[in-house]
């Protein structure tokens, strides 16, 4: 299966090293040191790859530039103080020299050509390098390990003279659920039953979920179901499976990697036991952490962008690459709606028991793990609201760290509403006065506790003003009442 490196290449982003113009550098002349050192390497280098833009630009067949980067990859990993230097040396010096003849014509006339061939008998010299004798191979990325992906990248870079640094991106799922997707879209689904998160030529990872309570939209992961698809020589088709109360620290066949054993190119290391495992698929470059919190699942990934968009048309139904749909969504454009202040959740015949949070009591626990109001507190408070189990406190924090030791951008890390509308917007703003004030009538039984949890919305700056005005209709309505 091919590396889909063409399409990571279209979308190449300017500004790299070979797009200066270093050609109007002014260079020393090479150095003629008593004993043998490295400072001519390092000026031969830079010779080749300052003024690489200059001449070589105006007549392309000169290949100069590129044998100066295979020098550069042959040496750069040698060390004049073991044994063994010169020999590896002299034979990097001998293909240098040999790739430059074989450019003598084309490269007439071209001063980094020139300029290069002195530097490379001045370094013969030095290290008595004789000019007849074995020469190391101008495609030094044969030596290259295919199943490491860094690898892989490095010898793609070498092949075509430039540097093109690796893009991660990062999807998570937790909670009711709550979906960051690989573009950093925050959303809350319904997506009950089995969904597919990812499916490409590399990795397919599908979850289930499953109501969390009886009457509600709101569901949660109880199972994952994660395809390692077989690579080259790297590893076998793996398959690995989670539900609940069942986290396994292998895949389904037995096994704990994928590979030959000795390489562990892909590896399942238990964190802890029956909570907490994590993948990591060395030929792919790819992490996938799973954690059991209370009774639900949770799932964090990071992935190579030219590897996440791999992939067919027919495969296009992917949460974490496209979002929920639109049916499917909970949320409304990232605001979070909340149950109706005051009500209880009903009691007997549940699988697990409720416990009656109000908005205030709600944000009270959600800041005991998390002091950023972005959108994970939010997550937690509207989990809090909607099932009443205190897991998803530790769901939500969770997530928040499994955030912060994948996702490679810092400064994206925490995810605010817009300050346009309610962070929150309770039934009371999100579905109009009249609606909250139909529910409420339905809460007779406790109408002071109902005045009481609206004068805190009123007064608390948890909230956006655009729903002031609503929450005073609301209470003046039940006053009245």
């Not at 339905?442 to 608390?460: A, D, E, M, V, Y």
Request: charged share 20%.
């Amino acid at each position: 299966m091919p590396w889909p490196h063409a399409a990571a290449s279209s979308r190449r982003q300017p500004g790299h090293l070979h797009g200066r113009a270093w050609g109007e550098l002014r260079l020393p002349a090479l150095p003629r040191p008593r004993r043998p050192s490295l400072a001519a390497v390092g000026l031969l280098a830079v010779l080749g790859l300052l003024l690489g833009s200059g001449d070589c630009h105006l007549q392309t067949p000169c290949q100069i530039q590129k044998c100066t980067a295979d020098f550069v990859s042959l040496t750069s990993h040698l060390n004049s103080a073991l044994e063994g230097f010169d020999l590896e040396f002299c034979k990097a010096l001998r293909a240098y020299s040999a790739c430059t003849y074989r450019n003598s014509k084309v490269c007439r006339g071209n001063l980094v050509y020139h300029s290069a061939v002195l530097g490379i008998s001045d370094l013969m010299n030095q290290r008595n390098c004789s000019k007849d004798g074995p020469s190391s191979s101008t495609n030094p990325e044969v030596t290259h390990d295919p199943c490491n992906y860094s690898d892989h990248t490095k010898a793609r870079e070498h092949q075509r003279g430039e540097k093109t640094p690796t893009t991660y991106l990062f999807c998570g799922l937790f909670g009711d659920p709550h979906l960051r997707t690989f573009k950093d879209h925050f959303q809350t689904c319904k997506v009950e039953g089995a969904w597919p998160l990812i499916d490409n030529n590399y990795l397919s990872v599908q979850v289930t979920n499953v109501p969390v309570v009886p009457g509600s939209s709101a569901t949660a992961t109880k199972k994952i179901t994660i395809i390692f698809k077989s690579y080259q020589d790297c590893t076998d088709q793996k398959v690995y499976q989670a539900v609940t109360d069942d986290l396994p620290a292998s895949f389904v066949d037995g096994t704990t990697t994928g590979g030959d054993g000795h390489t562990k190119n892909l590896q399942i290391v238990e964190k802890v036991t029956g909570k907490y495992v994590e993948m990591h698929a060395r030929y792919i470059a790819t992490t996938v952490y799973i954690r059991q919190l209370g009774y639900y699942l949770t799932l964090a990934i990071r992935m190579p962008q030219e590897l996440v968009m791999a992939y067919e048309e027919s495969q296009d139904l992917q949460l974490c690459v496209n979002g929920c749909p639109s049916g499917e969504r909970i949320d409304d454009g990232g605001h979070l709606p909340l149950p109706v202040m005051g009500q209880l959740f009903p009691q007997g015949g549940a699988a697990h028991p409720w416990s009656a949070y109000t908005l205030e009591t709600a944000t009270t626990k959600c800041n005991e793990k998390m002091m950023v109001k972005d959108i994970y507190f939010y997550s937690c408070v509207f989990d809090l609201l909607t099932t009443g189990d205190a897991n998803f406190t530790t769901a939500a924090h969770s997530a928040l760290k499994d955030v912060e030791a994948l996702h490679p951008k810092k400064e994206h890390w925490h995810i605010f509403p817009s300050s346009g509308g309610c962070h929150l917007r309770v039934p009371c703003c999100h579905y109009r006065t009249s609606f909250f004030l139909q529910k409420a009538e339905q809460l007779q039984q406790n109408p002071r506790r109902l005045i009481k949890q609206l004068s805190f919305l009123r007064t608390n700056s948890f909230f956006a003003p655009l729903c002031l005005e609503a929450y005073e209709t609301c209470l003046q309505r039940l006053r009245w009442n």
